[in-house]
């Protein structure tokens, strides 16, 4: 049978249709495999992500005690909170406060500790693993050693000081002095994460471009300045975006080192003790959940303004 036979009897175009038939049946049997694979965790997702988000915003619009019936309120827990609720001016500044405290401190460090780790210093590995074990270490069983660490009258730190002829530092007893506090503590926790994601893209820049800069003439702190920091901007972006989301998340280290209340004279009041406070110590779910989205809005502002301004220095390089 010749060529033009086979096709005038359509063989080959059946055989064509059957191998595609069998190229459909056998993608469809991987998709359904896919789906089985992936559903438990969708399903994940949806119990611990999707329903508590939905359920949040569900109570933000109500009253509820949760114990007794939920009644709707509409917006009033909204407006509450940001016309008539004076404890809400106190948590936003010292939100500020605390999160430029924690924040100014975290990136200035980190970027001298991952441009020293990035340039091989001796004894780099010993540092290293000294800088890294903030990471190991669970956020309650730190706050309960600094706690120790800060008291007035038997602490280490304080101790240290009378041996030096200082005074007795009142860490967490005056309102301003347990602020400070908490910000060390929370820099003293948040460097090994920023100094790892700085020092990962520190050694993404080509070499050639410092080997260029010597010959010009250029010192180190203007290769770091003119080279490594311009070059680094995504991921100092990122340690940005990440260490201002977890300063306004902020609450086990503070309530474990200040108290549920506060602080001395609400000078630790932020946004997490006042959920916490007003969702188990007032009774107040819905109050609680409104607090939670206004923060959740306003961080999602300021990570959409990052990327844009990230996407905008992109093409304009």
Do not use: K
């Given at each position: 049978m010749t060529s033009t036979d086979k096709i005038a009897t359509g063989k080959p175009a059946a055989s064509d249709a059957a191998k595609g038939r069998h190229r459909s049946e056998s993608a469809k049997r991987q998709a359904r495999a896919a789906g089985l694979f992936i559903a438990p965790n969708l399903l994940a997702v949806a119990a611990f992500l999707v329903f508590p988000l939905g359920f949040s915003l569900y109570l933000s619009f109500h009253e509820w005690d949760m114990f007794g019936p939920v009644r709707f309120t509409g917006l009033r827990n909204f407006r509450e909170l940001l016309t008539a609720d004076p404890l809400f001016a106190i948590a936003l500044r010292n939100t500020v406060v605390y999160t430029l405290g924690t924040l100014i401190p975290t990136i200035s460090?980190?970027?001298v500790v991952a441009a020293a780790l990035n340039r091989g210093v001796r004894g780099t590995g010993f540092f290293r693993t000294v800088m890294f074990l903030p990471l190991a270490i669970s956020s309650v069983v730190m706050a309960v050693i600094w706690r120790f660490l800060?008291?007035?009258?038997?602490?280490?730190?304080?101790?240290?000081?009378?041996?030096?002829?200082?005074?007795?530092?009142?860490w967490l007893v005056e309102p301003r002095w347990a602020m400070v506090s908490v910000c060390l503590v929370s820099v003293w926790k948040s460097i090994p994460f920023a100094t790892v994601v700085l020092l990962a893209a520190m050694q993404g820049v080509p070499q050639d471009l410092y080997e260029a800069a010597k010959i010009d003439g250029a010192g180190a702190i203007r290769r770091f300045v003119s080279i490594t920091v311009p070059l680094i901007r995504g991921a100092l972006s990122f340690v940005l975006v990440v260490s201002i989301i977890d300063a306004v998340?902020?609450?086990?280290?503070?309530?474990?080192?200040?108290?549920?209340?506060g602080g001395p004279e609400t000078g630790t009041y932020v946004f997490g003790i006042m959920i916490f406070q007003n969702a188990f110590a007032f009774g107040d779910?819905?109050?609680?959940?409104?607090?939670?989205w206004v923060i959740f809005v306003v961080l999602l502002v300021l990570t959409l303004t990052q990327l844009w301004f990230a996407r905008k220095n992109s093409t304009e390089q």
């Open positions: 460090i980190s970027l800060f008291d007035t009258n038997n602490g280490l730190l304080n101790t240290m000081l009378g041996r030096i002829g200082l005074g007795p530092v009142p998340q902020a609450f086990d280290q503070i309530y474990v080192l200040t108290g549920g209340h779910a819905g109050y609680a959940a409104a607090i939670a």
